[in-house]
Every structure is written in C-alpha cells, then in structure tokens.
C-alpha cells in the first residue's frame, strides 16, 4: 500500500505565547518539517507614519516611543538626532552624556528582555526570564527616577532632553554598574555550557554572511553572521567617538551565536557605562529650542545603533511645523526577510527558537 | 564616519556607463528615470568602487505632481551611502521596476510602499498588502487621501 502525504498549513499565531506579540506565521509543513513559512503582519498598525504628518516635530516624539516599546528612549533618541540633524541644532555637552548613559541603559534592558525570552522559546519556562527581569527591573526603577515612567519614557526632546538626573540616580546607577558584570557572569555560568541551550541553538536557523548583507540585516542578527558593523562605530553618532568598547562578532551566524552576541553586547554596554558617569560635566540638559519648530526645506535620514538593529528616521520638511513626510526604518521587520532561508528544513520548533532568536517586537513591526 | 558620496560625481560615472538615465543630481542625490533604475542600481551594486552590497531603506513620497520612490544605499565594504532617487508621474498606476533581485531587503519594504503608496513593483515575486488586508480600498500614506 503506498501512504499519500500532502502538505499542510499550520497558522502559528497571531495569539501566541512564542510569537511575542500579534503576528502570525503562516508555516506550510511536511509532517514537522518546515516546507515554506510567511509572516503575516499588520495585526498592530496604527499608522504611526501618516499620525505624524498632522502633529509638530515636538508632539512626534511620544509616537516613537510606542515602536519598540522595549526599548522606548533609543526610538527617541533616533528621532530627535534626525530633527536635529535636519534644523541644525546644538546639544548642550551634559545632555549628549546624559543620552548615552539613557540608550545603553536601555540596550542592556532590551539585551535582557530578548535573552530571558529566548531561553523561554527553548524551553527553559520562565526561570532565566524571571532573573533576567529581576535585573531590568533596577534598570526600570532607575528610568523611573528620572522621568516618572517605566515603559514610554518620552524622555528625549529636540535639543535635549527633559529633565535633569536626581540626587539619587547617580549612586545607585554606579551600584548597578558595579554588579551587572557579575550578574552577567553569573548567567553565563548557569546557560552557556548548558547541554539542552547548546544541542539546541548551535548549528540551528544559520544566517550566512552575504544573505545576510543582501538582506539588509542589522544590529545582533548581522553581527552573529561575522560582519562587523555597528552604526556606534561605522558612522559614529552623538558622542560615541569618545568611548572605547568592542563589538562581539559571532562566527556560524546561527541561534546562538545570536544568543552570545547579546549577552557580549550587555557587557560592552557596562563598559560604556562604566566610562561616560566619571565624565558626566554639570550644566544645561536642554538647548533653547524654539516651540513650534520649523526646520528648512530639505530632507534628511538619520539612524542609530538600536538595541535590535538599525532604526532609521527619513523625514522629509517643508518648513512647516509637521514634517512632509515622516519615515520609519524598522530594524526588526527587515530582519524577518531572511526568516523563510533560515527555517526552511528545519522542525517547528526550531523554527520556534529561530523567530525568538531574531528578538522581534511587534510595536516596531507594525508601527 | 560614514562618507555620503558626492550625488554629482556618481552621476558622471553613470554617464559614463551608460547614456541617459539620469535627469538631475545634486550633493545630496541621483535622480534617474523610471526605466533605467534597475540598470542603475545593478551598476551602483556590481561595479568596483561603488559596491552597494546593502540596501539600508526604501521608502516613498508623495509630493502631489510625481511620486519619489527613495533609495538608501550603503557600501559596507567601503563605509560610503549614497542616495538613489526615481519619479514616477502617473498618479493613477505608478509603476516601478523591483530591485528584489539584486537585494532582498527590497523584499518587505517594496510590499509596504506597493500597500501603502499604491507604487506598483514589477517584477517583484509576491507583491501583495503588508500591513493592511487583502480588500482594503484606497493607499493611507498619499498625501489626497484624507
């Protein structure tokens, strides 16, 4: 008797624990291995990009902060850089530290975020998640201190940012920094060697090099894949030109390697960290900017090291107060492109770990 | 540091190459014609010196008379960007040549301009809506529509 087997479609989502927001996969399978895969998006689109073409540069900025909600003050950061770079405004020297200090705090929270979650995908339900969340959440209270919220901080203004550190900030960011290294050891020591994280992750969802160039990957995902690329260095934006830290490269461009780029990458942020309180100058946080903003004709794009790829703001002026056109490079949709190379073959619950891997977040995808 | 490339000397170069396809170019940009821009782009990718091997954004904009569709294009071999423009004035099909082939990143970003923009890409393998669903009537991000 000959069996007949035909592919089938499995629908992953958009309500899902593994696909970390509404997003669904449409996967067409061959008993458990992945034959062909499609995102389907949209689920989250709030038009953010046609939002701002009615509201003023300023009104702008808490939009961004509902892109990537884990990571809230790089968005801003990428945008206020862009307005800046377009109505040629000068950042007064306390706050450009003081914005830095802000994004690395925020790639560490993120890094931890995408780990714990990762781990989580593989199986490890919800321990490495609950320590990694025991550490964002110093990093929570301390944003917290500073701007009075915990998830959209809305903390960049153009020119600045908007307000000033507490008495308080200084000495318990110094003690964070002084324990995230040991915290991060100690992680190490619990997961790197780990059987089940190494069977399951080396080897798996691999990203070749040129693939990923050619589409257009950025952030931990090309730099896993060997290219050593990284806007901080690449194309040096505010005052990263003054710091000294180095940029992990992974080697097999698999699950991994993307797992171990992070984990490097929060220590390189320690690093910074650890560089830019000791300099920190007194002074102004904000430049005398005027309210309704009107930046000269012309267009700009301006982009930032995010902590999950390159997050790019095309704005284009007509010297009104709202931009003409308000564009948003999104770092983790165009890091999806690859997905169908990376699963195809591989079982479902690789292709499970692989999604995770990429550490999308959905806010962003949408917009 | 990233070098933008001068728009005026790329554009001799591409004279150079081939007659024609480019109508202005200043500092900042190459502007050339609808028809020529996948030649083009596969000159900027292919030829030493230039070897535009990534594609960092896509995007479009609506400027009423003619639609732009905006290309960034970065060398990570050389750390250079340069900024390749094209125009279409028919408002009601717009079409464009996709450049999926020589990038893939051109991938979701040519489907979101197609979904949002109404700019139709031909050649691409599987254009369809990104964001919006199948049966939505009408392209959010022109400028006409509300």
Request: with cysteine; aromatic share 10%; charged share 25%.
């Amino acid at each position: 008797m000959v069996i007949k087997t035909e592919p089938f479609i499995l629908n992953i989502g958009p309500q899902h624990p593994s696909t970390h927001g509404v997003f669904r996969l449409r996967a067409t399978l061959d008993g458990e291995v992945v034959v062909d895969v499609e995102p389907v998006i949209g689920y989250l689109h709030r038009g953010i990009e046609k939002l701002a073409e009615g509201r003023t540069y300023t009104q702008n900025i808490p939009f961004t902060d509902r892109l990537d909600y884990l990571a809230s003050i790089t968005n801003n950061l990428a945008y206020v850089l862009a307005v800046e770079k377009l109505a040629e405004v000068k950042v007064p020297e306390r706050a450009e530290y003081l914005r830095i200090i802000m994004a690395e705090m925020m790639r560490i929270a993120s890094h931890l975020m995408a780990v714990g979650f990762f781990l989580n995908d593989l199986g490890a339900m919800m321990t490495p998640v609950l320590y990694m969340w025991r550490e964002r959440e110093k990093l929570l209270d301390l944003f917290e201190m500073v701007c009075g919220q915990r998830l959209t901080y809305n903390y960049m203004r153009i020119g600045g940012v908007s307000h000033d550190i507490p008495e308080e900030f200084l000495p318990a960011l110094k003690r964070f920094v002084a324990e995230m290294p040991g915290f991060i050891d100690e992680y190490d020591q619990l997961l790197a060697g780990n059987e089940i994280l190494l069977v399951r992750s080396k080897g798996v969802g691999v990203l070749p090099e040129e693939l990923a160039i050619n589409s257009a990957a950025s952030g931990p995902v090309l730099r896993a894949s060997g290219v050593k690329w990284d806007i901080r260095r690449a194309d040096p934006y505010s005052i990263y030109d003054r710091f000294d830290f180095d940029i992990p490269v992974g080697s097999a461009g698999d699950c991994y390697d993307r797992y171990w780029v992070r984990v490097q990458e929060m220590r390189q942020s320690v690093r910074i960290l650890e560089q830019a309180i000791p300099q920190l100058p007194e002074g102004e946080v904000c430049a005398e900017v005027p309210r309704l903003l009107r930046p000269p004709v012309g267009e700009v794009y301006g982009h930032i090291e995010a902590p999950k790829g390159e997050l790019g703001f095309y704005l284009v002026s007509d010297n009104s107060i709202a931009p003409y056109r308000f564009r948003i490079r999104p770092p983790t949709l165009i890091n999806l492109t690859a997905l169908k190379d990376m699963v195809i073959g591989w079982k479902v619950a690789d292709l499970i770990i692989t999604f995770g891997s990429i550490d999308v977040c959905l806010g962003e995808i949408d917009r | 540091m990233t070098i933008a490339l001068n728009g005026e000397e790329v554009a001799e170069k591409i004279r150079g190459a081939f007659p024609g396809p480019v109508v202005a170019a200043d500092k900042a940009a190459v502007i050339v014609t609808n028809q020529s821009l996948y030649q083009v782009a596969e000159f900027l990718k292919n030829t030493a010196g230039f070897d535009f091997d990534y594609l960092t954004d896509l995007t479009a904009v609506d400027y009423l008379d003619y639609f732009e569709v905006v290309y960034h294009l970065t060398s990570l071999k050389h750390n250079h960007s340069l900024v390749l423009k094209t125009r279409c004035y028919e408002r009601g099909k717009p079409v464009v040549s996709s450049v999926v082939n020589l990038w893939r990143a051109a991938d979701f970003q040519e489907r979101e301009v197609y979904d949002l923009m109404g700019i139709t890409f031909e050649g691409h393998p599987n254009l369809k809506r990104l964001l919006l669903w199948e049966g939505f009537v009408g392209h959010p991000l022109r400028r006409d529509y509300l």
